[in-house]
């Protein structure tokens, strides 16, 4: 069962740039697809990206394209989000979510499951 420890979060401001990390212990890392989902207040959990086991192939919401990049380590068992030109709207808790092999934007294809780290990002 392999357990999630996100961090990296915090509160910036309007423009600045974030990278969480997501580390990941118990279970062959290099087998899982990686997903960092986001969840607002009073709003539902969302998909922000998505990197398959190998790092090969990568996938992003919409409203993150061009300003933020997921990668992985795998040598470290760890992935990463690299956040960029953050907005007010980016303020959430961020959470990162493995599956075997490869990534998909739907939460419920997601086994495991990290704590969650909360980015504020100010006006």
């Known amino acids: 069962q392999v357990q999630l420890v996100e961090s990296g979060g915090g509160l910036v401001q309007t423009g600045d740039s974030l990278k969480l990390s997501c580390a990941a212990s118990?279970?062959?890392?290099?087998?899982?697809?990686m997903g960092w989902f986001r969840q607002a207040p009073g709003k539902e959990r969302e998909f922000v990206a998505g990197?398959?086991?190998?790092?090969?192939?990568?996938d992003y919401a919409d409203s993150v394209k061009g300003r933020f990049t997921i990668s992985r380590d795998n040598a470290q068992n760890t992935v990463y989000l690299q956040m960029n030109s953050l907005r007010p709207d980016d303020t959430a808790v961020y959470y990162c979510?493995?599956?075997?092999?490869?990534?998909?934007?739907?939460?419920?294809?997601?086994?495991?499951w990290g704590q969650g780290t909360q980015v504020t990002v100010s006006s």
């Open positions: 118990r279970g062959t890392f290099s087998r899982y697809a």
């Open positions: 979510a493995a599956r075997p092999i490869r990534t998909t934007p739907h939460e419920s294809d997601y086994n495991y």
């Open positions: 990197i398959s086991w190998s790092g090969g192939s990568t």
